[in-house]
């Protein structure tokens, strides 16, 4: 079932590549029902998966790929992969349906959806370290051609940057990963021999280079502060689907490597350099939300708010590594939490930057301070980006409000004074939304958006479960949080254990 959910959209996507003669209508469905079958399949995994399962890795379908190294096509999920490839196949089949200018390129440009939808689950269901870096740096190949081709402004030097750093940062982390490889005996990228035997344990300055060389990697791909500048360029150059896909499936490939790699199978290095990530998760939170702050551009300023939001993610993954001993329920919280942002984050500023899509395509225009007066002429666009708004303040009853509770809480059991000067982000990140919200919808129409359309009934279909889900997660998240705890406590209490 899982090798089904990635080879599915694969096939697909080469089918599209080789069917010259469909029309736009023939690949539109072709695409849609491709990209479904991966969402119907995780959700009878979800059906099928225990939550009080014993082991930490369940219907796991594995074969030998190059034995002599070690490496296989292995799969299988725990809760947080569960959850995160589950987010992701549901926004590959809204991005994938909303509307967007294909400048005659249809197939093309669906095709690449469908492989970059391929190997992002091949990112959150693989158990093979090898595998999981060839899945990683496939994505940047993706969303390289869809920024490139199909992207307005300056899109080729946006997805260039976007290219260089991400593999940059890949190849760096690839030599953390062989680091780790070559302590095991035999040797094996098998996940579960690594978090098991700790292969790194006790060799002092050996392990913090190769976690060092790791959380570069998966920094660069987060982003976190001082390594996301490729990430504002990329979201404002791309199209609308592409950049709801950046923010809500490709940033989660970082936190979800903090959490599977470096958290999981270099405890005690981890544990050893945690305030650092905390300080520079830190420093996302506020420096993301004081640029953000600063931006008249609607896209950047969505851009700006993921780097604020991810360093909630950061923080929450790095409390729970903190501290061997003492404050587990605080730190099994941070995860929790780290986990449910992630989820949250994906719903909600995928919707935005979907919304965002929405405004180039009617006026090939992203400045804030050109529009106005919205909320009588376009009432189901105001209607779904204010909910997509508040919820990324954190408003109580929204997702936004769960995930950021629970790092809150969490780092406040640990580190009571970051806590403090986190929730200054909070306060920014909320007036930011708000100030957004008051200057794309009310105040004075312009007289040129007279004859503003509203969002269409592809784009209000697309953007419905999304915002559905981040009221559901909002005010009954326990659905969420039974597959998400978990696995979440028995890494956090993996780390009582010498």
Do not use: C
């Not at 940047?140 to 051609?145: A, N, P, R, S, W």
Request: proline share 4%; charged share 10%; glycine share 10%.
């Amino acid at each position: 079932m899982l090798t089904a959910a990635v080879l599915v959209p694969a096939l697909a996507a080469v089918a599209l590549v080789l069917g010259r003669t469909w029309s736009e209508a023939v690949t539109r469905v072709v695409a849609v029902v491709a990209s479904a079958v991966p969402l119907v399949l995780l959700v009878g995994t979800w059906i099928r998966f225990d939550t009080g399962g014993s082991q930490p890795f369940q219907l796991v379908e594995e074969t030998d790929w190059i034995p002599t190294l070690g490496v296989g096509w292995r799969l299988g999920v725990d809760g947080i992969s569960l959850a995160l490839a589950l987010l992701s196949a549901l926004i590959f089949v809204v991005a994938v349906a909303y509307p967007v200018d294909l400048r005659g390129r249809h197939r093309q440009y669906r095709a690449w959806f469908l492989f970059l939808e391929a190997v992002s689950l091949g990112v959150f269901l693989s158990i093979d370290l090898l595998l999981f870096y060839v899945f990683f740096d496939l994505s940047l190949v993706g969303m390289y051609f869809l920024i490139g081709r199909w992207g307005h402004g300056e899109a080729r030097a946006a997805a260039l940057k976007f290219f260089l750093y991400t593999l940059a940062g890949s190849l760096v982390m690839l030599l953390g990963f062989l680091a780790l490889y070559l302590q095991t005996d035999p040797l094996t990228f098998d996940m579960r021999v690594l978090i098991a035997e700790q292969p790194l344990a006790g060799r002092g300055a050996t392990a913090g280079l190769a976690l060092l060389a790791i959380l570069v990697g998966l920094a660069v791909k987060t982003p976190l502060v001082p390594v996301h500048t490729w990430l504002p360029p990329a979201h404002v150059n791309a199209p609308g689907p592409a950049s709801a896909l950046l923010a809500g499936v490709l940033l989660k490939m970082g936190t979800f490597g903090m959490i599977r790699i470096p958290l999981s199978m270099m405890r005690d290095t981890f544990e050893t350099y945690a305030p650092v990530l905390v300080g520079f998760a830190l420093l996302s939170i506020i420096y993301g939300a004081l640029v953000a702050l600063g931006q008249t551009d609607l896209k950047r300023r969505i851009a700006y708010s993921s780097v604020n939001h991810m360093g909630y993610a950061v923080l929450g993954i790095a409390v729970a590594g903190s501290l061997g001993s003492g404050e587990e329920a605080g730190r099994r919280l941070a995860l929790t939490g780290a986990t449910v942002e992630m989820v949250a984050h994906g719903l909600i500023t995928g919707a935005l930057f979907l919304v965002a899509g929405s405004f180039w395509t009617r006026t090939q225009d992203y400045d804030m301070d050109h529009y106005g007066g919205l909320a009588g002429t376009a009432p189901r666009l105001t209607g779904a980006a204010t909910l997509a708004a508040f919820a990324s303040l954190g408003l109580p009853g929204l997702a936004g409000f769960v995930a950021e509770l629970q790092i809150f809480v969490g780092t406040f059991s640990v580190y009571p004074w970051v806590a403090a000067a986190a929730l200054v982000g909070v306060l920014i990140t909320a007036a930011l939304f708000l100030q957004m919200v008051q200057k794309l919808f009310f105040g004075d129409l312009p007289t040129r958006l007279r004859d503003f359309a509203d969002l269409g009934h592809r784009e209000a279909l697309a953007l419905v479960p999304l915002l559905v889900l981040v009221v559901v997660i909002g005010v009954w998240p326990t659905w969420l949080l039974d597959l998400l705890t978990p696995t979440s406590e028995a890494i956090v209490s993996a780390f009582g254990v010498r």
